[in-house]
């Protein structure tokens, strides 16, 4: 088989964002787009000769070409073997376990998450390290800097090889596995919670209502809750993965997830609900007429982690990002464990949990995950839940309270304004910005803010730091603001606004959080003047 040597020349925007690299799926199709990004991660990583790298993604729109692509470059550049999930299918928390499972160089991750995937949806390619995370800043700007010197690519002229049936083929010199994509994920599952209380529980009646959003996550939910555990057949909806998830938005929050809310909150409603996202990394969870917020749910995690065997000797530290509401850090006060606050990205967490500082991360994001692999795992914080709710034998909604009485309850909310002008959102945050020495001790909409600055983040394993990771402002009354841009989005800007107040009243735990929040989002409107400046009177989507 010859090898071929390309010419190209840089293309610019290839620089990773929050996770890997998302654009347009016709960006990705342009010619050399995908090539040069790909020659760039093997530059970037120091080459892959001799290497051995794990290969799969959420099965979207382009990833089968995208696979047949990878592997002949990666042949051409004398990798030494690739475990490539069935049908290049791999969700992102099972190919972070393949990756340390095996011990290998990394592995390269086809998705762009919870967006919509299709010819004019979006598509993504991310790298994740040995430790089996995303790739940290150090490497994706190694990945960026030869992506705008890239003058050649390197790839193989072969037919495309079968990754539909499982087993070893061979390209060129490359070794090329094909592996069931669920098998080892589902074992590691199984090490980690009490199966047999979860079936037990499933056998008495507990009904339950798994909606996989036509994504990565169906035939594992399919394979775990039904199969291994005995939920009902018919629990997981939607679990055929498709590459344009049915033409859906494969975000798992009450938005876009309105058919498993609507479910939740209707007559006979299941006891419990739970949706995960493109890649299966992020989850939703929902009890009979009871939303939980992912703030929320990963201080009740934390706060339970011990009835899952995994976790029964406790914590070693739980981590959060920087607009994750602070829930958690209440937890980790009462449990004496260490609480670490992180910028946006998951990747940030990956050294706190390789030191053994962290056990348990989370983010407000739908993102939730421990030591076990090192991305956010969906479908093991949902086997979580039901691990908690086996041993409480209590409903979500009282579980919830009864958290709520204990720690307080840190009412929170994400207001998201998307599609906003680049130059307008730029321009927004940069005037906020200059404003911040000046905000202390103004009162703003009938609030006083009792100190605001830009969050960055010293890592306090390797020392790295990270600058202009958001916006922060707090108010006197216990309430909490936090502007930034997202990181995922592929056309113009997404503008977050993270809003939080605390309550300790146990006769006030029980609001409508928009309605508790009210006032702090008159406070971050009047202080950025985010409806004047962008025209927009309501945000996009609420979480
Ligand atoms: C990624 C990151 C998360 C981050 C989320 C949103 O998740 O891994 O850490 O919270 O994006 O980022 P942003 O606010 O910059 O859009 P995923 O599920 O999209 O891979």
């Given at each position: 088989m010859d090898i071929i040597t390309v ?25 050399h787009?995908l090539e040069?990004?790909v020659q760039?991660i093997w ?5 892959v000769?001799?290497?051995?790298l794990?290969l ?8 089968d070409r995208a696979a047949q692509v990878i592997l002949r470059m990666a042949a051409a550049s004398g990798a030494?073997?690739i475990?490539v999930?069935?049908?290049a ?19 390269v ?44 690519y390197r790839i193989m002229e072969a037919q495309d090889i079968d990754l ?5 083929k061979s390209l060129g010199r490359t070794e090329i ?367």
């Amino acid at each position: 088989m010859d090898i071929i040597t390309v010419e190209t020349q840089p293309i610019a925007g290839q620089k990773p964002g929050t996770s890997g690299l998302r654009k347009k799926t016709r960006t990705f199709m342009e010619p050399h787009f995908l090539e040069n990004f790909v020659q760039s991660i093997w530059t970037g990583i120091g080459g892959v000769a001799g290497k051995t790298l794990v290969l799969g993604g959420d099965g979207r729109y382009f990833s089968d070409r995208a696979a047949q692509v990878i592997l002949r470059m990666a042949a051409a550049s004398g990798a030494a073997r690739i475990i490539v999930g069935q049908n290049a299918l791999l969700s992102t928390p099972a190919a972070s376990h393949l990756i340390r499972k095996h011990g290998t160089d990394g592995g390269v991750i086809l998705s762009a998450s919870h967006n919509p995937g299709g010819p004019d949806g979006d598509f993504g390619v991310k790298f994740n390290t040995p430790n089996g995370g995303p790739a940290a800043e150090n490497v994706t700007s190694k990945i960026h800097a030869a992506s705008e010197k890239i003058t050649t690519y390197r790839i193989m002229e072969a037919q495309d090889i079968d990754l539909a049936t499982l087993g070893t083929k061979s390209l060129g010199r490359t070794e090329i596995e094909v592996v069931d994509p669920v098998a080892d994920y589902a074992e590691l599952m199984e090490e980690i919670f009490d199966f047999d209380a979860i079936a037990a529980l499933f056998a008495g009646g507990f009904r339950m209502r798994f909606d996989a959003m036509h994504a990565v996550t169906g035939p594992y939910a399919h394979a775990i809750l039904e199969t291994r555990l005995g939920a009902a057949p018919g629990t997981v909806v939607n679990g055929t993965p498709s590459p344009d998830f049915g033409g859906g938005h494969p975000d798992p929050n009450p938005i876009w997830a309105k058919d498993l809310m609507d479910a939740m909150h209707g007559a006979d409603a299941p006891d419990f609900g739970a949706a995960s996202d493109g890649d299966g990394d992020r989850n939703m969870i929902v009890g009979r007429n009871c939303y939980v917020t992912p703030s929320d749910s990963v201080a009740v995690l934390a706060a339970n982690a011990t009835l899952a065997p995994r976790y029964a000797g406790g914590l070693k530290g739980v981590a959060r990002s920087m607009p994750t509401s602070r829930a958690l850090d209440r937890v980790a006060l009462r449990l004496e464990c260490n609480a670490y606050e992180t910028p946006t990205g998951w990747k940030f967490f990956g050294n706190l949990l390789d030191a053994g500082r962290a056990t348990l991360c989370g983010e407000e994001s739908a993102g939730t995950g421990s030591d076990h692999v090192r991305e956010k795992d969906g479908l093991w914080a949902v086997l979580f839940w039901l691990n908690i709710l086996a041993a409480r034998k209590i409903p979500v909604a009282e579980l919830l309270e009864d958290h709520w009485r204990t720690y307080g309850r840190n009412y929170y909310s994400r207001h998201d304004y998307e599609g906003v002008d680049a130059e307008t959102a730029a321009a927004l945050i940069d005037d906020l910005r200059a404003r911040l020495p000046d905000l202390p001790g103004q009162t703003v909409a009938g609030q006083e803010i009792e100190w605001a600055d830009e969050f960055a983040y010293d890592d306090p394993v390797d020392g790295s730091r990270a600058e202009q990771q958001g916006l922060r402002l707090a108010t006197r009354p216990g309430g909490r603001i936090v502007f930034r841009l997202s990181g995922t989005g592929t056309e113009g800007a997404t503008i977050r606004v993270y809003l939080e107040t605390e309550e300790t009243d146990p006769a006030k735990l029980d609001r409508d959080p928009q309605e508790a929040l009210a006032g702090i989002v008159a406070v971050a409107d009047a202080v950025s003047g985010l409806s004047e400046r962008t025209g927009r009177t309501a945000p996009d989507v609420i979480t």
